[in-house]
């Protein structure tokens, strides 16, 4: 353990729920370190606006904070006992002990909307990237989108927002409608608006041969010429450049040999703040963490909240489990709030059951990335307002819509 009274927790994550944790444990007293692969922070929500509009890479690009230690955790430490992990293994041979682990590894998602974490080490890399990414879609002259979720749609938008219909824009999706994790409302809204600006929207339909174009990033092909896909109803699409926008999946970082669930999540206690399976002190956040929710920053801060809670409850010695996600939220399930930009004067924004579309839900969108950004700058005062709104969220959730 810590010598004395200090607690020594080590936090492997530099995202939304990494950030979170490793402040809410600061200021419970705790000496923390946190752990990053990269060394920069991404506005992930914004990204899909950067491939459009990369000079927004200023701001949704930062600096990791002063403190911070670029590394890869590629495994824990254990002494005497499986279930107690002493430390974390560290890529460069060393380790870091510590009385507490947090996971918050995040997930990956199709190159380029989702930074190469391997190419880009500073926010100086990550922006070149981007520029790159925007250059080759500046240079295709048609799109196909496969994938019509919140990042599909997005993604669609933006192209049609900013070309119009200089470029040939496709989107296809198994799916009877779009957004179908969001109710039926959002997706007519979005159907609507994408229609509008001349998009292809292809529903109930999949791609069954890709003609070589690449299911894990977004490339030109070699001379610029068309990537030729078949759908499994016999549709031919041609495209100068393909996005896959079919899902991510969860980084389990140093649980890789342990600890998690088919498609690589980790496996929790939600009946426990949020603990790894198998682990006595070993907690887990964000998109990386298996719990059945809609991952974004707001789900990443309501993980980060209560394994920080969890974790200064059982350091003061009190016998205390918190359930997730009740104990955040004075409920069994957690709010469901989405927006969904449609480029940049119109959005779509669930809340609960309420689904609204148009200026409102956009403006809403500019706030929060507003605050977020503002606040992973360390802006005097933001952090409380953000916690504050968040805090509003969950209570409204309890009642309304």
Not at 41 to 67: H, I, K, N
Not at 284 to 289: F, P, T
Not at 302 to 317: M, P
Request: proline share 5%; net charge positive.
């Amino acid at each position: 353990m810590g010598r004395g009274s200090e607690k020594r927790g080590i936090v492997i994550g530099g995202g939304f729920a990494g950030r979170r944790a490793s402040r809410l444990l600061r200021s419970g007293g705790h000496h923390v370190t946190l752990i990053s692969s990269s060394g920069f922070w991404e506005y992930t929500p914004g990204a899909l606006r950067c491939l459009v509009e990369p000079a927004a890479a200023r701001r949704m690009v930062q600096a990791q904070p002063r403190g911070t230690l670029r590394a890869t955790a590629v495994g824990l430490e254990t002494a005497g006992s499986e279930t107690l992990a002493t430390g974390v293994k560290l890529n460069d041979g060393s380790s870091l002990p510590a009385d507490y682990v947090v996971v918050a590894t995040g997930s990956s998602y199709p190159d380029p909307i989702k930074a190469s974490h391997d190419v880009a080490s500073s926010p100086e890399e990550r922006r070149a990237q981007i520029e790159i990414a925007h250059a080759t879609l500046v240079s295709a002259a048609s799109v196909v989108i496969v994938g019509g979720g919140t990042v599909g749609v997005e993604l669609a938008a933006e192209v049609a927002g900013t070309w119009g219909r200089h470029k040939v824009v496709t989107l296809i999706t198994p799916h009877d409608r779009l957004l179908e994790r969001m109710p039926p409302r959002a997706g007519k809204l979005a159907l609507r608006w994408l229609e509008k600006k001349g998009v292809w929207v292809i529903l109930n339909d999949r791609v069954a041969e890709w003609g070589g174009a690449p299911k894990d990033a977004a490339k030109l092909r070699p001379g610029g010429g068309d990537w030729k896909l078949r759908t499994e109803q016999g549709r031919k699409l041609r495209a100068s450049i393909v996005y896959p926008c079919i899902g991510g999946r969860p980084l389990a970082g140093p649980l890789e040999t342990r600890g998690f669930g088919p498609r690589g999540e980790v496996r929790v206690d939600t009946n426990a703040g949020l603990r790894v399976e198998g682990f006595d002190n070993v907690y887990a956040a964000g998109d990386c963490c298996g719990t059945n929710e809609e991952k974004n920053a707001f789900t990443a801060d309501l993980n980060a909240t209560v394994v920080a809670r969890q974790i200064l409850a059982s350091h003061k010695r009190k016998r205390v489990k918190l359930s997730y996600p009740r104990s955040v939220c004075a409920r069994n399930t957690t709010p469901s709030i989405s927006v969904i930009s449609l480029h940049k004067w119109s959005a779509v924004m669930q809340f609960n059951g309420l689904v609204l579309g148009g200026p409102l839900p956009a403006f809403v969108k500019w706030l929060i990335e507003k605050l977020q950004v503002h606040s992973a700058l360390g802006t005097p005062g933001v952090t409380f307002i953000w916690d504050a709104v968040e805090t509003i969220n969950v209570f409204l959730a309890r009642f309304l819509f």
